[in-house]
């Protein structure tokens, strides 16, 4: 009977390190859900490029490709106010704001928070990408916007 037990408690333990070393084995972090919040309308944006690391298990991707060349298929969101909001699933240690003209590709803005007053920007089309850092990796998430400064 004590050898049976004993066989049976053995059995169990080792599934269960199987199964936890299956499920951990197959583990890969995933980018934390950003939502752009502007115009008072909710947009998530997807990431792009990632590097982040959990529990030992590191998970990467990589576009190679440039901002604009990447949300030049995406659909623009029009943007009228100065306020454009974020709001992250995990918060990050920083984040920064990156614009690009759409047509010629140059980066004509950089900094955070974003403020569209003050930097003079015209209207017109543009990619914006946001990097956010956190203590365990980055992700740059990018979308095209259209800054309509004659709305308000």
Known sequence: MKRSVLWGTATFVILLFISGWAGYSRYEPEPPT???????????IKPGSYSLEKWGRVATADTFSAPTVDVRDASPIVVTSDEIKLKFDNEPVSVKFYLWEMETGKLIYTGYPLKLKESNLISGDYALEIRAKWENGYVLYNTRIIVDQDEE
């Open 34 to 44: 950003l939502l752009l919040i502007v115009n008072r309308q909710t947009v998530e």
